[in-house]
């Protein structure tokens, strides 16, 4: 008998103590909906004792904490830093996520296609046709050196369209972690159609600059687009439309993720939007994840 192949599932995910509570609980409970088995990895900032042994008992989950150089300088970017901690070997499958997500369907579904690396593109124009919210890779040697490049430039960035990016955008180092994959995804595309094919807020500096540069070795880039990580563009409608479109699409099957960024992940939207201790979500908090 031939010996089975096993790899790892791996969710990164980071958040603050002073995250809302019902948020994080609806992100793992809905994550745990459709993923009993794989290993989440959740960084912490000023996260009481008692919500860590909540955290750990009901969502079966491995806790670390960052400091506070790491959460003040790098916030969500934080999170890349920890790759090399995970003991990762050829085949893992591993995701990157914010903690304001609801699962619509099993994330790791993402990875029946071929790739070494997937990004999650916006569904409307913006300096930035990326959101890192959703993002991830499978474990070979492309996607090695891939991170290796990706650590290496949101430590000390020189490469010159990320430089270009960032200081166009006046960015600190939480958002590096974002540039780099806009970058990259965007020369890409530059390179394999002649134009940026997704929706994007053109930025004729920036791509002059993507224009005369070249992207230092291969890797195989998927675009999953907002089905895998749909953050509604709360800068393009009031916050009733926005109410709407979000109903609208927790009831879409196409739509697996859906990014519930800045005040939708208040304990009054999340009421609004019918996710605070209500219906389904009430009886899925009655199962418990254990080890």
């Known amino acids: 008998m031939k010996n089975q192949i096993i790899f790892r599932d791996i969710a990164l995910i980071t958040c603050s103590g002073t995250f809302e509570e019902e948020m994080l609980r609806l992100c793992l409970l809905t994550l745990r909906k459709y993923n009993r088995t794989c290993e989440i ?3 912490t900032h000023g996260v009481s004792p008692r919500k860590r042994e909540w955290l750990t008992r009901k969502f079966n ?7 506070d150089k790491d959460w003040v300088e790098r916030e969500q970017a934080s999170k890349i830093y920890k790759i090399k901690e995970l003991g990762l070997v050829d085949g893992d499958r591993v995701l990157f996520l914010d903690a304001d997500l609801v699962f619509r369907d099993d994330p790791f579904k993402v990875f029946e296609e071929d790739f070494d690396v997937f990004v999650t593109s916006r569904y409307y124009a913006y300096p930035y ?3 890192a919210g ?3 890779f499978k ?3 492309n996607s090695r050196r891939f991170l290796e490049f990706y650590l290496e430039q949101v430590t000390s960035p020189d490469w010159d369209p990320l430089v270009t990016l960032y ?4 960015h600190t180092g939480r958002w590096l972690d974002q540039d780099f994959l806009c ?5 890409g595309l530059l390179k394999s159609e002649g134009k940026i094919s ?3 807020q053109e930025d004729k500096e920036l791509l002059e600059a993507l224009r005369k540069a070249e992207l230092p070795f291969d890797v195989r880039m998927y675009d999953a687009g907002p089905e895998y990580n749909y953050a509604p563009a709360t800068i393009l409608g009031t916050r009733e439309e926005i109410v709407t479109d979000v109903r609208a699409k927790l009831k879409d099957k196409e739509t697996k993720i859906i990014h519930l960024k800045g005040l939708l992940h208040s304990r009054k939207y999340l009421t609004r939007l019918g996710l605070y201790r209500f219906g389904w979500a009430q009886r899925l908090s009655q199962i418990v994840f254990h080890r």
Do not use: E, Q, T
């Not at 200081?167 to 006046?170: L, V």
């Open 167 to 170: 200081n166009r955008y006046s």
């Open 183 to 187: 970058v990259w995804f965007m020369i």
């Open 139 to 141: 474990y070979n040697d």
């Open 134 to 136: 959703v993002w991830g």
């Open 129 to 131: 046709p990326l959101n």
């Open 198 to 200: 997704v929706p994007w």
């Open 41 to 43: 990895r959740f960084y």
């Open 61 to 67: 989950l491995n806790i670390s904490d960052l400091s």
